[in-house]
């Protein structure tokens, strides 16, 4: 018709009719006439299989239009410390904040509503944590953020412990709790929530360069290292701001105490002492805080040049003097035994003429050619003459 314009509303959709820019209605499918000569009308469409609904006019529908809104729409409304998660055909789709009001279209999407109340914790059960996480519609890149990200963007913290590890919870900045290996999952409207991961795992600790002097004034430079494990993450945590610094200070210490109190002659005797002292003073203390301390080595004990050079000069010597003596002693005997063999050829002609025999073997094996004259006993009887 000429002066009529007619407005269509599909099946999925629905409609909220205009009058020169004001409400009139909400449209139901169907085809729909209206005069152009009474003013101009329009219609905004709304896909009901997309069911949230997001306009301008929200509130001002809800509070002129409440019968309609309250037959067309699902309301989500939620407390000052309440949240509500929306279910679209049993798939999350919204996280809805506390103080806020969403509207959803009803039709062929079922929604359902699921509500938390704050007050009473925040931690998400692990079964809800897992699909909220999993849930691409809260995971997907927003204003920049992806990933766990975009999950806090939406008042979501996500944290995964890993094996070997404790996490440490902290609800506005008060440690309350430790958290088991996997994944967790916390509400973050209202109190702040942070989750530190701890490895309980065995570590090494190097404490390198420290200068120290002995008793006897001589300056030594050593390196230590510690193996250390938390035993007891939460009590670590709330003794010490670092626990790991406070370790490597006290073992500082401790080497200073063992160094300072023993001559370098003790020292270099007996190393393991100061693994001893130190192991004594550390171990109980970090013990009391939840931190096992189970080795402190001495890896290298460096002494000043001149000193080296002046205990290098000093070993030589020792062992100068120990060949010494084992060489004079080695002489005693070789003559003791040579007056040994002397009294029993003496009175054993038998020996004798075996050691005769015995020289007459070293002497020729020096002589290529050997002309004998006499006989054997020619030749011996020579050789004892030249002999005498």
């Known amino acids: 018709m000429l002066f009529s314009r007619k407005l269509i509303v599909r099946k999925h959709e629905r409609g909220l009719l205009f009058k020169d820019g004001d409400f009139v209605r909400f449209l139901e499918p169907g085809t729909h006439r209206f005069s152009t000569l009474r003013g101009r009308y329009d219609v905004e469409r709304f896909d009901v299989t997309e069911p949230a609904f997001t306009h301008a006019l929200a509130d001002y529908l809800i509070a002129a239009e409440r019968e309609e809104v309250g037959r067309l729409f ?10 509500a998660v929306v279910y679209w055909n049993e798939r999350i789709a919204e996280v809805v904040r506390p103080a806020e009001r969403k509207l959803y279209w009803n039709g062929p999407v079922q929604i ?45 913290y996500a944290e995964e412990v890993a094996h070997g590890h404790v996490g440490l919870l902290y609800i506005d900045g008060e440690l309350t709790g430790a958290l088991q290996p996997g994944r967790h999952a916390f509400w973050t409207y209202g109190p702040s929530v942070r989750v530190d991961a701890v490895d309980l795992r065995v570590k090494t600790l190097e404490v390198q360069g420290q200068e120290i002097l002995t008793r006897d004034k001589v300056s030594l430079r050593i390196n230590v290292t510690a193996t250390y494990r938390f035993a007891d993450a939460k009590a670590a945590m709330s003794a010490a701001k670092d626990p790991l610094d406070h370790l490597y200070k006290e073992i500082q210490f401790g080497l200073r105490a063992a160094v300072g109190t023993r001559t370098l002659d003790a020292l270099l005797e007996d190393k393991s002492a100061i693994d001893r002292a130190v192991a004594d003073r550390v171990g109980p203390r970090f ?52 007056l040994n063999t002397a009294k029993v050829m003496e009175s054993n002609t038998v020996a004798l003429r075996l050691k005769e025999l015995e020289t007459l073997e070293k002497v020729t094996e020096k002589v290529g050619n050997l002309s004998v004259y006499g006989g054997l006993d020619g030749v011996l009887n020579e050789l004892v003459r030249l002999k005498q």
Do not use: Y
């Not at 809260?138 to 920049?144: R, Y």
């Open 74 to 83: 699902t309301i989500v409304a939620t407390a000052a410390s309440e949240v």
């Open 287 to 338: 013990a009391d805080i939840g931190i096992a301390v189970d080795s402190v080595g001495v890896k290298d004990i460096i002494l000043p040049g001149d000193m080296k050079e002046l205990l290098g000069r000093v070993v030589e010597a020792e062992k100068a003097a120990q060949a010494n003596v084992i060489r004079r002693r080695e002489e005693t005997n070789a003559t003791r035994s040579l």
């Open 112 to 156: 359902r509503v699921e509500r938390f109340n704050l007050d009473e914790g925040l931690t998400i059960d692990a079964k809800l944590a897992k699909r909220l996480l999993d849930e691409p519609r809260l995971a997907a890149p927003s204003a920049g953020l992806i990933g766990l990200r975009a999950l806090e963007q939406r008042g979501i």
